[in-house]
């Protein structure tokens, strides 16, 4: 039997939500992160010659091994210090280093060091992803104890400032509560729901007051990464469990997806927001949007829920949205109640005011969010956005003698994806290549330009002789090549 046209339409949209490559698929996103991990790795094993051993084993790990080890709060955290250090030449921060020299890393099983201190151990949805719930950790040794102080520092510096904010040691009941929410999630959203399970490592419920009223939940960025922690009431009810754990989740899959490409060009423009006092950056409003968006897909998809998951889940909860900060636009006035109206808001703010701000990929994601929203959200699709001044096209006369690949640069290829990640040193960064480009830096192996162009026309095509100097000078500017002779 066809299903109802409501049901197929919500469906083909958590389909296009949770399947895209570049924003979508968790699998897509895990492969560039770890990637990018691999290259680090090798790029601190240069930096720290002690370490060496250590960091070149971990980088050559397989992926089932690597991925509960980087995605550990606590080294996760670490290797973002490093790497941060290193490209801003701020010194040679060696917070990783000092957690692996202590053994942390050495066993190879598939199981995260902080995890493997968790007592009791649970992985909440095991046959969906590499996920485990904060319980207790238990200390027998030095390099336990600074391993589990440093995950509880990293949990302070996310709660509130003023001490208020307790973690919540969970019992059968939460744990089990949390894996059912995951799993109506999984069944309600098979693809955007159940694609947001492998971007949690880390499980954990906490009570806190802010300024704005309870926390409801919280999720880490860059100060406890991989992690999402939950108030115990919000399982109380298996869809609000569903829809939280949704909304969690997909800020640590946005954070994913930013590590391997920013989305806004400038990030210090400050943009109003109705419902607060404060002005978001627009990094902040494309991390709401996101999630107001999806939740629009989430309770259409509940309005629709089919008999049998009524009948194991009850009904499903009227929607929540949190209320307005007092003092604000919509505090005084009304208004922005919706997950729609919020979404419609922050989508004009994105697409039409601020668009010119983004980055062709930053772009690209929002028409990609909004585009397949769209058919369930009248009204959300905004104006044509203001064209922005185009950078101009670079004035680069190619050398004669051509060009080579710069030393000592390191890559790591994502073949599969058509993405090259390299790391430079002047300045260190780490460079994300697409097809193009990286054909171009195949091609710069110290040949002449007249072979460097005949190569390029041959592997390209005709009609791209024109994008073989804009691409040249990109590459050189990202310190990727230098002229042959220098």
């Not at 691999?38 to 370490?51: F, I, S, T």
């Not at 115990?232 to 754990?245: F, N």
Request: net charge negative; aromatic share 6%; with cysteine.
């Amino acid at each position: 039997m066809a299903p109802e046209p409501g049901v197929a339409l919500t469906s083909d949209i958590d389909l296009a939500l949770g399947s895209d490559r570049r924003f979508g698929s968790a699998e897509a996103i895990e492969a560039r992160n770890l990637a990018r991990y691999r290259l680090g790795l090798q790029v601190l094993a240069r930096y720290h010659p002690r370490a060496a051993d250590r960091l070149t084993r971990l980088s050559l790990a397989g992926d089932a091994d690597l991925r509960p080890l980087m995605y550990d709060p606590v080294l996760r955290n670490a290797f973002e210090n490093d790497m941060t250090a290193l490209e801003l030449q701020t010194g040679e921060a060696a917070d990783l280093v000092a957690h692996l020299e202590r053994g942390v890393a050495d066993t190879l099983d598939g199981v995260g060091p902080c995890e493997r201190l968790s007592r009791p151990r649970v992985r909440p949805w095991p046959d969906r992803a590499v996920s485990w719930v904060w319980t207790d950790l238990e200390t027998d040794s030095g390099p336990d104890l600074a391993l589990s102080a440093r995950l509880e520092e990293l949990l302070a510096g996310t709660l509130s400032k003023d001490g208020s904010g307790t973690r919540v040691r969970p019992d059968a009941g939460l744990i089990t509560a949390l894996s059912h929410a995951a799993e109506l999630l999984a069944e309600l959203l098979p693809h955007s729901g159940a694609g947001v399970l492998p971007h949690v490592s880390l499980a954990g419920f906490i009570r806190d007051e802010l300024a704005d009223g309870t926390l409801n939940s919280v999720s880490g960025g860059d100060p406890l990464p991989s992690a999402l922690f939950l108030a115990p009431e919000r399982l109380s009810d298996p869809w609000t469990a569903a829809e939280t754990l949704f909304h969690e989740g997909l800020h640590l899959k946005l954070f994913d997806v930013l590590r391997t490409g920013s989305l806004a060009a400038e990030t210090g423009e400050l943009i109003p927001i109705p419902w607060r006092v404060e002005p978001w950056t627009l990094t902040r409003v494309l991390f709401a949007m996101h999630v107001y968006v999806h939740l629009l897909l989430f309770h259409a998809a509940a309005s629709q829920a089919s008999s049998d998951l009524r009948a194991r889940y009850g009904e499903p909860a009227a929607e929540f949205v949190d209320l307005a900060t007092p003092g604000s636009q919509a505090g005084e006035n009304g208004g922005y109640t919706t997950s729609l109206e919020r979404a419609t808001y922050l989508a004009q703010q994105a697409s039409q005011v601020y668009g010119h701000l983004l980055t062709p990929t930053g772009r690209q994601f929002v028409d990609w969010l909004i585009g397949n929203v769209a058919p369930i959200a009248p009204g959300i699709v905004p104006g044509q956005a203001p064209v922005a001044a185009g950078r101009p096209a670079p004035e680069v006369a190619l050398g004669a003698r051509g060009y080579r690949r710069a030393e000592p640069v390191q890559v790591c290829p994502i073949p599969e994806q058509g993405q090259l990640v390299a790391f430079s040193p002047a300045p260190p960064s780490f460079r994300w290549l697409n097809d193009h480009a990286w054909l171009i830096y195949a091609l710069c192996d110290g040949g002449d330009l007249s072979s460097l162009r005949d190569r390029y026309s041959q592997a390209a095509g005709p009609g791209t002789e024109d994008r073989l100097v804009p691409g040249v000078a990109d590459l050189l500017s990202a310190g990727l090549i230098v002229p042959v002779g220098s």
